[in-house]
């Protein structure tokens, strides 16, 4: 990575579907009653196009909506914020 004049880091996220599996710690996807997890990573891709691999990832499973029809979740678009802030991180860099 230190040998490329410019790295992107992209990030993205997508929805794991484990939907009909019984397997502990999955979460609601876009409908409630389909469960899974979400992986957010950080790809390093150089200006050429070439992948450098994976730098960051993270992946959380939403919680189930309250009775009130309103879920207990932190605001996914956080996770963007939050991928920008590990991998700005100089510990990271070193």
Known sequence: ????????????????????????GLGPLNYEARGGMYPHPTYLVTARRESLGVLD????????RGADGVSPSLIESKRWVEG??????PAIMT
């Open 84 to 89: 920008y802030q590990r991998v700005a991180d």
């Open 57 to 64: 990832k993270w992946m959380w499973a939403r919680e189930k």
């Open 1 to 24: 990575m230190r040998a490329q004049p410019v790295v992107l880091c992209i990030q993205d996220s997508t929805e794991l579907d484990f939907d009909g599996q019984e397997i502990d």
